[in-house]
């Protein structure tokens, strides 16, 4: 057998990186198309399966919740027993799931699949980012822009290839395409990603878990009740997550291993990059949930032409998530972030503008202008985070980073809905659960109230921001 020169060698470990980074894209564009999917088929869904809509929603908010609750777990347990063997586990589970999804019958064994495809998401999305950091340390600002990216493509995709599903075929067809998606990742990451086991024994928090699961189920469920009315269940809901969170935090501080690492929160910079996190993703989720209202309520637009309206948003994510990761592997991340804030609450503020016959031609710019901040945002963002990880808690900080990401998107519909309803229901002297079509300056007046608010919001990420960055530079002044 011949030896491989250096060069080779550091080619042939390129090449296997790069087939790796491929095994993690293709689960993260699987995740991404089978959310957008589902939505666009969840009308066929309802009169196929003969149930109403708050049923059928089921299908789309079990899948959130339940891939929320298991994150931590999932990524503390990639730091116990290795991240790859947890994330190729969670592509088998998204596979599975996907299955029998396609071969329910009824709502109850639909969204026990889905339960199931969530678990599958959690324990991927947990552990994707650590071995990314691990794989690309030099380089991990353009490796986790391609996750974005894909994550676009994604969202992109999804829409369109949904309705032509839907259309063409049952709907079970839409689970189906995520199995040969699966395996292909699957059989590559097998190849490709490196399986390195924990150098020494760590343990595994099981009284943390058993306390944590259900106190996130019972927070998240609790904010998307609340999307539709708050009420005495969805607040005894909230308030008994939040008191199991409690007593989650005492369990923690008696554990020798514990689930999460609370010295972590002593760090100011990484506070503020996760804050500023759940801020902007807040005021993205608000964006994509209000927009088609407007585009289609209340310019009058065909869902289809709001549907490629709304398409520009993920294809600016897609092309600068890239181009902002790789920038940020070269001058650092905090500058990215900064501008990309700044960008975000300024093209937010400018949507707040928006009238009832503003032509689509300035829409279109608008949209494209907003989406270019979250899209500087995004990668540079995850890197921070990341980079506040110690090799053996990457996978923790990896699922934290998403579950907060998860959070703010969660909040962002809940406080945007709330908001515009909110402010309709003000303006008319009267309550509102809908666009009123002969009184479209309710709905102009709640839009303005709501992006107001989001940008306000968007602005305090970017002064925290700002902050960190001045405290840093005097305490390297200083030394």
């Known amino acids: 057998m011949t030896e491989k020169t250096p060069a080779e060698g550091g080619s042939v470990r390129a090449a296997r990186r790069g087939l790796a980074l491929f095994a993690i894209l293709c689960m993260t564009f699987m995740e991404t198309l089978d959310g957008t999917i589902v939505n666009v088929a969840l009308p066929t869904m309802q009169r196929e399966l003969g149930v109403g809509g708050t049923e059928i929603q089921l299908v789309s908010s079990v899948f959130l919740v339940v891939t929320?609750?298991?994150?931590?777990v999932f990524g503390r347990l990639g730091d116990v027993l290795g991240k790859v063997r947890v994330f190729q586990a969670g592509v088998v589970l998204f596979i599975v799931g996907s299955a029998l999804c396609a071969c329910s019958g009824?709502?109850?064994l639909l969204v026990a699949a889905r339960a199931v495809q969530a678990l599958g998401v959690a324990a991927s999305l947990a552990n994707n980012q650590g071995i990314i950091t691990?794989?690309?340390?030099n380089t991990r600002g353009r490796a986790l822009g391609l996750v974005a990216t894909f994550t676009a493509l994604g969202a992109m995709a999804g829409p369109t290839v949904g309705g032509v599903l839907v259309s063409a075929f049952p709907w079970e067809v839409i689970f189906l395409i995520n199995v040969p998606i699966g395996i292909i990742s699957l059989a590559i990451g097998a190849y490709a990603l490196p399986n390195r086991k924990p150098t020494e024994k760590r343990v595994f928090d099981v009284p943390g878990t058993v306390v944590i699961v259900p106190a996130i189920l019972l927070v998240f469920a609790a904010i998307t009740l609340m999307e539709s009315a708050i009420d005495l269940r969805s607040l005894g809901m909230l308030a008994a997550g939040l008191a199991l969170l409690a007593v989650f935090g005492a369990i923690e501080r008696r554990q020798p291993a514990p689930l999460v690492h609370f010295g972590l929160f002593r760090n100011l910079s990484f506070d503020i990059d996760l804050a500023a996190m759940v801020l902007v993703f807040l005021g993205l989720s608000g964006v994509t949930i209000i927009m088609p209202f407007?585009?289609?309520d209340a310019l009058g637009l065909d869902p289809a032409v709001a549907g490629l309206v709304m398409a520009c948003y993920p294809f600016v994510n897609a092309t600068i998530g890239t181009l902002s990761g790789a920038l940020s592997d070269r001058i650092g991340c905090i500058k990215p972030t900064l501008a990309g804030q700044a960008v975000f609450a300024v093209g937010i503020l400018g949507l707040s503008t928006l009238a009832l016959d503003t032509p689509i031609a300035r829409v279109v710019p608008m949209?494209?202008?907003?989406?270019?901040?979250?899209?500087?945002f995004q990668s540079p963002n995850n890197s921070l985070i990341m980079?506040?990880?110690?090799?053996?808690?990457?996978?923790?900080?990896?699922?934290?980073?998403?579950?907060?990401r998860y959070f703010g998107q969660s909040l962002g519909t809940t406080i945007s809905m709330g908001v515009l309803y909110g402010t309709m229901s003000a303006e008319a002297g009267e309550r509102v659960t809908s666009f009123v079509a002969d009184r479209p300056e309710l709905f102009m007046h709640g839009l303005a109230t709501v992006f107001h608010l989001l940008a306000g919001l968007v602005a305090v990420a970017l002064c925290l921001s700002l902050l960190r960055t001045l405290v840093l530079e005097r305490r390297v002044r200083t030394r």
């Open 387 to 404: 980079g506040h990880a110690a090799p053996e808690m990457l996978g923790f900080v990896g699922s934290l980073g998403n579950l907060m």
């Open 106 to 108: 009824t709502l109850d």
């Open 134 to 137: 691990e794989l690309f340390a």
């Open 367 to 376: 949209l494209m202008f907003t989406s270019l901040g979250s899209a500087m």
């Open 294 to 296: 407007y585009l289609q």
């Open 68 to 72: 929320c609750a298991f994150l931590l």
